[in-house]
């Protein structure tokens, strides 16, 4: 891909398949995921202004954009993108916040239509040529997402059933003997107040990560193999095509698969966050 790296190194060396210097293939690194900071603060090297702050703010701008452009004029009888709009907002209303929240769903259907552009956004810029980069996959995204949707969850449960009402029913499940709960509460402590929340994130970030390092493996892959001046003469020149275009075409069905992967990990999270919030409202089973 274009911000990969071993690609670039790859094509200033010449370096490809059935050459006879000997060169090898260099497979994508974690490095793609370290963009060079082009304004650093705090210690050097940990943190600074990177790529992922530009790809962010453009995600930000694309759902925006989208909501905008097919709301701003809103009839009785919807144009095409008022439908589309339509069709996300009733399909997050009737598969996601009234099927895990209930009849009080429709009041937290903006927040989660919101997240779900926003998410879907910030996983498609690893599409989008010149950025290439999902944002998600940087932890700190979805960790600021989840850690958003776990206040949410406290303070939801809390109003709804006060303090002590809330934390004895995600730490004391109804009908367990007095004499487990010793062994019982850690447990749902470790559950509900740690593992959940690093799920809900790690979830998004590893699918993404995942996805783009493998989508990077095929570009770097198709364009070392793809010699059809080989030296070695051309019957091998023939063949190193012959595997390039093996490598393009996996390549093509594994971003339209990801991009179906894009959409289905914004819609995990914001189910998640709608099953979580219905659960703080209905409080102790």
């Known amino acids: 891909m274009g911000a990969d790296v071993s690609v670039v190194a790859a094509s200033e060396e010449g370096c490809h398949i059935f050459n006879d210097f000997g060169c090898g293939f260099e497979a994508p690194t974690t490095s793609l995921f370290f963009p060079t900071p082009w304004l650093e603060f705090g210690l050097p090297g940990t943190s600074g202004l990177n790529k992922y702050y530009l790809v962010a703010v453009v995600a930000l701008l694309v759902a925006a954009a989208f909501w905008y452009f097919t709301t701003r004029k809103a009839k009785v009888v919807p144009g095409r993108g008022q439908s589309m709009a339509e069709l996300l907002v009733g399909f997050l209303r009737d598969q996601v916040t009234r099927t895990a929240i209930g009849k009080e769903g429709d009041k937290y259907l903006p927040l989660m239509v919101t997240l779900f552009l926003f998410i879907f956004s910030?996983?498609?810029?690893?599409?989008?040529?010149g950025l290439q980069l999902p944002v998600t996959s940087n932890l700190a995204f979805?960790?600021?997402?989840?850690?958003?949707?776990?206040?949410?969850?406290?303070?939801?449960?809390?109003?709804?059933?006060?303090?002590?009402?809330?934390?004895?029913?995600?730490?004391?499940?109804?009908?367990?003997?007095?004499?487990?709960?010793?062994?019982?509460?850690?447990?749902?402590?470790?559950?509900?107040?740690?593992?959940?929340?690093?799920?809900?994130?790690?979830?998004?970030?590893?699918?993404?990560?995942?996805?783009?390092?493998?989508?990077?493996?095929?570009?770097?892959?198709?364009?070392?193999?793809?010699?059809?001046?080989?030296?070695m003469g051309p019957l091998f020149g023939a063949i190193s095509v012959g595997y390039s275009g093996i490598a393009l075409v996996g390549f093509l069905v594994f971003t339209a698969f990801e991009l179906f992967i894009m959409a289905v990990q914004a819609y995990v999270f914001v189910l998640l966050s709608s099953i979580y919030i219905g659960e703080a409202l209905e409080g102790a089973h």
């Open 122 to 129: 910030m996983n498609v810029m690893g599409l989008i040529p």
């Open 142 to 231: 979805p960790a600021v997402l989840a850690i958003i949707i776990f206040l949410l969850w406290n303070y939801v449960g809390i109003r709804r059933h006060g303090f002590g009402g809330h934390f004895k029913a995600r730490l004391v499940p109804g009908g367990v003997p007095a004499w487990i709960l010793p062994v019982v509460v850690p447990i749902e402590a470790l559950s509900n107040f740690l593992i959940r929340p690093a799920t809900h994130m790690i979830r998004l970030f590893a699918t993404m990560f995942a996805g783009h390092l493998l989508l990077a493996l095929f570009a770097a892959a198709g364009f070392y193999m793809f010699n059809p001046t080989s030296p």
